[in-house]
Every structure is written in structure tokens, then in C-alpha cells.
């Protein structure tokens, strides 16, 4: 479970490595968002853009920026119906672009099977 200003550390290949959420989607009132939600956070901990990229026109993120993120791993929990739980080391996120397409080509980790967006399911290597 996420709450406004948790830290997620954030599982794709664009240069944001740490996001602090505060805003949590679906509801005015929401107070804790679970796996597959989005959030909206703010970029804490930032690489610098390398050197091979100088000459190309690529948006880097800065400290500060406001991210779109889907949630696809929590530390929280997870039951299913047969009796089976699963939970990770961290919460993480991928970062998003308008609502629907990722921002990065890469993503790393395992998901589980619970995610509602099939499109993004597809994108992970291994779902649990």
C-alpha cells in the first residue's frame, strides 16, 4: 500500500532513480493506492544525462520534476484466493507519459499478476 509522500524507487531506464508521491489517482479522498494504480510524484533523486546523449534531442528528467507513474511493485502483502502471498524487498514504479504509453524502453524487475493494464504486463519479463 502507497501513501502520499512514500518513496518509490522507480524500475525503468529513464534517470529519475528515486519519486516521492503526492498524489494518489481514482478519488478525491484516497488515503492508500495498491499494485496497478497511478500516482503522480515529484523526482527526488536524479542521474545526470551522459555524454553520448549531448547531441541528441532528449528530455531529461531534473530534480523536482512532476512524474506520472504506474505502481508495479508494493512491500504490502499480496493474497490471492488459493491461499498464496507474495511480497517484494521495495516499492517501485514505472514512469508514464499521458496516462497510457511508458516513458522508457526498458523495464526491470518481475510484476505480479494482479496488474489491471494488460498492455503493460506484456512489457515485464516475468510475472508472478
Not at 6 to 22: A, H, M, Y
Not at 30 to 48: D, Y
Not at 113 to 119: F, G, S
Request: glycine share 6%.
Amino acid at each position: 500500500m502507497i501513501q502520499k509522500k512514500s518513496w518509490l524507487s522507480v524500475s525503468d531506464n529513464t534517470n529519475v532513480n528515486w519519486l516521492q508521491t503526492f498524489h494518489l489517482y481514482k478519488g478525491f479522498k484516497r488515503k492508500s493506492s495498491l499494485i496497478g494504480f497511478f500516482i503522480k510524484g515529484s523526482a527526488r533523486v536524479v542521474e545526470p544525462p551522459r555524454v553520448e546523449y549531448k547531441g541528441f534531442k532528449f528530455k531529461f528528467n531534473k530534480k523536482g520534476n512532476i512524474c506520472r507513474g504506474l505502481l508495479v511493485r508494493t512491500a504490502y502483502i499480496n493474497r490471492r484466493l488459493d491461499g498464496t502471498t507474495t511480497t517484494f524487498y521495495e516499492n517501485s514504479t514505472i514512469l508514464i507519459k499521458k496516462k497510457q504509453n511508458p516513458k522508457s524502453k526498458y523495464i526491470f524487475g518481475p510484476t505480479l499478476y494482479n496488474l489491471k493494464r494488460k498492455k503493460f504486463k506484456s512489457l515485464f519479463k516475468s510475472v508472478l
